[in-house]
């Protein structure tokens, strides 16, 4: 239901750019978001931005990732610069989808990210 890519191997320093586009119907209330898990780690937030509202991001990637979405296309990206190898990890995209039922949650099937020399 959710499709990622962009993942890969990166130099410290690189950037890359994740992009995930859904394949269901989205509703307008809806809160669109990256996670992330590293080896032996739990999953954590990385950004996440609700239909129109301001990103949040983790303190670890402020300055450095940019969530940005398209409402028209129900797709979010991550942008990622000046990657480090504490930012290794397989990439999710989650969608938070307000319905007459209640909250839907969609996953993609995740994207690695390997930031290493």
């Known amino acids: 239901q959710l499709q990622a890519s962009g993942g890969g191997l990166v130099q410290p320093g690189g950037s890359l750019r994740l992009s995930c586009a859904a394949s269901?119907?989205?509703?307008?209330?809806?809160?669109m978001g990256w996670y992330r898990q590293a080896p032996g780690k739990q999953r954590e937030l990385v950004a996440g931005?609700?239909?129109?509202?301001?990103?949040n991001y983790a303190d670890s990637v402020k300055g450095r990732f940019t969530i940005s979405r398209d409402n028209a296309k129900n797709t979010v990206s991550l942008q990622m610069n000046r990657l480090k190898p504490e930012d290794t990890a397989v990439y999710y995209c989650n969608i938070k989808d307000y319905t007459q039922k209640g909250w839907a949650v969609y996953w993609g099937q995740g994207t690695l990210v390997t930031v290493s020399s």
């Open positions: 931005v609700a239909t129109g509202g301001s990103p």
């Open positions: 269901v119907s989205i509703s307008s209330i809806n809160i």
